[in-house]
């Protein structure tokens, strides 16, 4: 498929979110534009902010097949291309491989395909996520973009050349842990994903819970943000924010009893919000210090 074929596809079937995903309009425009333009998309920015779920909603959206690689710090990339099982066929060609009907002296019956290589192999054009990868080393990150730069990986151990039937659409997320090369991002179009200010946040929680209370998604966001202001090791995320607002739900929790919790008790359902330890005993340590009037704004629900 040609970039101009593609072009007229996308005109009809761009990614524009979903029933589950708040697209912020220069995101859309440059998630659409890679597509177009069969570039690897790099998503930046703290966890949290949708990087990875982007990748599978533009993949529900556009009926396509994802295949994802998780990222580690021990990766030296080839995996994610092609592994050879050599266990499994010494073992076989040893006691016999009747039940798995592969053949020892037959290399290709092996070969175990990793995301990478599915995805190059698939018959229909696929979503590629490789996430968090600033996790692995530089060496791999640039060893990783000459094969999605060339849509096209090597089988060593017996030369053969893998050449993408149809090109997917890479998603590449990181989190920032460590700097990617200059040579890797010269070859992304690249997007830093701000997490969202309390009124795109408050698009978010309607996709969700598009019945729920305004007023309680109100004091929810001024608790919610108000937390994030208090430098925790991990602030609460757009997900935390999600599961909290379902479990206030779930309990009929008010906005007065909320906003009476939050100054005269505590957060209710604070493990949902905060998950290190230490980022709840510090919560609990300075609880009035942190909840009095002159920091939490008054409003009048």
Known sequence: MNIE??????????????????????????????????KPLLLMGEAGTGKTQLAFEVARALSMKIYVARCKSTMKGEELCYDH???????????????TERDPAKFDDYI?????????????????LLDEIDKTESDVQD?????LDAYEFTIREIDRKIIAKNKPFIVITSNAKKELSDPFLRRCYCHYIEFPTPEQMRQIISLHYPKTDEKLVDVALDIFYDLRDQGFEKSPATSEILNWIG???????SPSELRKKNYKERVPFL????????DIQAY??????????NIFKERDY
């Open 5 to 38: 074929e593609m072009t007229r596809e996308e005109e009809v079937a761009g990614f524009v979110g979903t029933d589950r995903y708040f697209l912020a309009p220069e995101l859309g425009s440059i998630v659409n534009i890679a597509i177009v333009m069969e």
């Open 247 to 253: 479990a206030l739900e779930h309990e009929d929790i």
């Open 143 to 147: 060893n990783l973009l000459d094969i």
């Open 271 to 278: 493990g949902v919000l905060l998950k290190r330890a230490g």
């Open 85 to 99: 099982d050599t266990v499994a066929r010494l073992y076989e060609s040893r006691f016999g491989s009747a039940e």
């Open 284 to 293: 609990t340590n300075n609880f009035h210090r942190q909840h009095n009037s």
């Open 112 to 128: 175990v395909y990793g995301p990478i290589g599915k995805a190059f192999l698939a018959e229909e054009r696929g979503v590629l």
